[in-house]
């Protein structure tokens, strides 16, 4: 079947992990921009179609495409996906992941493999089939996080892969030379979505809050702020560098 949805050029923007949290955010902005916007999902194919018709309904464009970012196969067919929908891959935004609560110590093996494989392997795949599809001029921006810095227990495996996509990220930058293209990496504080609030007392929540100077929970807007303008145009002498979007904790 075509999948071919309009010959018209237009900058287009594949977000991983975006039925959801800052993912359907980072979507929803990067729509607003006028990116055409691939919605990637592993398996919640109902949320991400409903970030993707809230783009329709406000007339941008937009597709929902199933893909396990830990799977190569599945990430060079979603690249396929994109380029025969839109024509084209311009930013590539590597927000999938996963984020176990466990200490190192009571970390088991599949856990483990697991946090890896989505968050390491994930950025890693979508960053090597971007090396070979994104257009010259673009953007990749990998996700990090800022409790790398605060060191928290609980956190030990999750900062683990992290740190990684940091060193990957600035690696990457500079492997691009010659092609104008840009690799950055944010690094959010706490973040009001699920993926942070479930399991948590409020007391725990407003914990969290008090850290920041600002003194308040980020919001998914504000990371989309971020991402926005490192894809847009005020954005393009930032190359290889971590933003940490967290109010001030770290």
Known sequence: MNTQIDSERKEVALVTGASRGIGAALARRLAFDGFAVAVNYASNEAEA??????????GGRALAIQADVSNSHE?????DTVVEAFGRVD????????????????????????????????????????????????????????????ALPTYGVYVGTKAAVEAMTRVFAKELRGRHITCNAVAPGPVATELFLKGKTQEQIDTFARMAP????????????????????????????????NGGNV
């Open 91 to 150: 930013v590539l935004i590597n927000n999938a992941g996963v984020l176990p609560y466990v200490t190192l110590a009571e970390t088991t093996d599949e856990v483990f493999e697991r946090t890896y494989a989505i968050n390491v392997q994930g950025s890693f795949n979508t960053m090597r089939e971007a090396s070979k599809r994104l257009a010259d001029g673009g953007r990749i921006v990998n996700f990090s996080t800022s409790v790398l810095h605060l």
């Open 214 to 245: 600002l003194e308040r929970l980020g919001q998914p807007e504000d990371i989309a702020g971020v991402v926005s303008f490192l894809v847009g145009p005020d954005g393009r002498w930032v190359n290889g560098q971590v933003l940490r979007a």
């Open 75 to 79: 990430v060079k067919q979603m690249f």
């Open 49 to 58: 179609n409903v970030v993707v018709n809230s783009i329709l309904k406000d």
